[in-house]
């Protein structure tokens, strides 16, 4: 018998919306001064004040609540914005400062949540992983002798995977698990954010994993997922404006969201728009940071999905602007996305990243020239690593991928 958690979509947060930030349309291509504080080159100034302050609206985006006489919303310019408190670093990591920790970075340790809806995949990317990295699956009490059956027959090497029981509810590890800063002193430490209140044995797991590896933990005050916040490991923050808003995180200037900035490790944070009808809003679809001066963009057809052509220009021109503020150049790589309709994508760059090996998702309704070109391209992008692709059509009917189930650690600084 299935249980019901896994049936559970990757969304789960209905949070009311509290106004919007000042945002920038198709004038952020002209990179106006009133934009950035601290633009290269220049005197930066130590407050919070990147962004402008927020006007009173309830808008969130220009292409929600359209009156009827609005320009449809392939026409509308999307918006970002940039927040940020710190001053040009030239993108180097400062002895004394806080960074989030890149998804690039090479893990040494990959939790994953066991599953009965998908034992055999699973069993794939653990094998996959163990390979480079110690694993730990999560098991509820409920599943432990089926989770224990499953673990013989892989014959797993016990001294790489390890099962913990848990109370979780849901199997995206990646959105309920902790988000992983170096502190000061360069060792790292783990945050813990408010999670969905319909789900407490999901939101207990980052305490679980901290007494586990014994690391410290610090809570976090915000319903910031694990997949809606990307960097790349140098102060460079990337999210996108629904996650943002829908965290509860501070929209006004000042010490509140100075202190979220700094809690989090970023340098710098790029809001950029969400892909219209993506169920999720996590920037994770979309992009992954492939090293700390490279990134993977999501790329589709322009002629026939201009509206989503538009907002991930938009991803592609945020990270680039972020990336200027602070002194450091990106080189952007485009991944292609096929939309099989126009809010069902399948994501390449929802994988795992680990040091020789990228798990890719792959999906059976993806025309085969479409899902080729897509390997060839990451494939480009990661020259020196193996790509594993991961049968993922029953994750992303539940709106996640690889990325969603994992969560890869890094627990000795590299």
């Known amino acids: 018998m299935q249980h019901a958690w896994v049936a559970l979509p990757r969304t789960r947060r209905s949070i009311a919306f509290f106004g919007v930030l000042a945002c920038v349309g198709a004038a952020a291509y002209a990179r106006p001064a009133s934009l950035l504080a601290a633009a290269p080159g220049t005197s930066p100034n130590t407050s919070s004040s990147v962004a402008h302050a927020i006007p009173s609206s309830t808008a969130r985006d220009a292409t929600r609540n359209r009156k009827a006489t609005d320009p449809p919303p392939e026409e509308i310019a999307p918006r970002l914005i940039l927040l940020g408190t710190r001053p040009s670093l030239g993108g180097h990591v400062v002895p004394g400062e806080r960074r989030h920790r890149g998804d690039w970075e090479p893990p040494n340790t990959v939790v994953f949540a066991y599953a009965s809806a998908w034992p ?104 910031i ?100 503020a602070i002194g450091m150049t990106v080189r952007v790589e485009r991944v292609p996305m096929p939309v099989l309709s126009k809010s069902r994508f399948r994501t390449y760059l929802n994988g795992l990243p680990l040091a020789h090996t990228y798990l890719v998702p792959r999906y059976r309704d993806v025309p085969r020239a479409e899902q080729d070109a897509a390997l060839r391209a990451l494939a480009l992008a990661m020259p020196r690593v193996k790509l594993k692709p991961i049968d993922a059509d029953r994750m992303i009917s539940l709106d996640g991928a690889v990325h969603c189930l994992s969560l890869g650690m890094s627990i000795d600084p590299r």
């Open 225 to 324: 997922d694990g997949g809606a916040l990307i960097s790349n490991g140098r102060g460079l923050c990337l999210m996108t404006l629904d996650s943002y808003y829908e965290s509860g995180a501070p929209e006004l200037p000042g010490p509140e969201r100075d202190e979220l900035m700094n809690q989090l490790g970023c340098q710098i944070l790029a809001l950029v728009p969400a892909l219209e009808g993506e169920p999720t809003g996590h920037i994770d679809m979309v992009a992954q940071f492939l090293g700390p001066d490279v990134i993977a963009v999501a790329e589709v057809d322009a002629r026939r999905w201009r509206s989503h052509y538009l907002r991930l220009a938009q991803v592609v021109e945020g990270v680039k602007l972020a990336a200027e």
């Open 120 to 223: 055999n995949t699973l069993r794939t990317m653990v094998r996959a992983t163990s390979a480079e990295s110690e694993v730990v699956v999560l098991v509820t009490a409920d599943d432990h002798e089926r989770a224990l059956r499953w673990y013989e027959r892989s014959r797993f090497d016990a001294k790489r995977v390890k099962l913990v029981e848990t109370s979780i509810e849901s199997p995206w590890v990646r959105d309920y698990g902790p988000l992983q800063v170096y502190n000061e002193n360069g060792r790292l430490e783990l945050l813990d954010a408010d999670y969905a209140p319909d789900r407490p044995g999901d939101d207990e797991i980052p305490l679980v994993l901290a007494s586990q590896l014994r690391l410290p933990l610090r809570r976090l005050p915000f319903g």
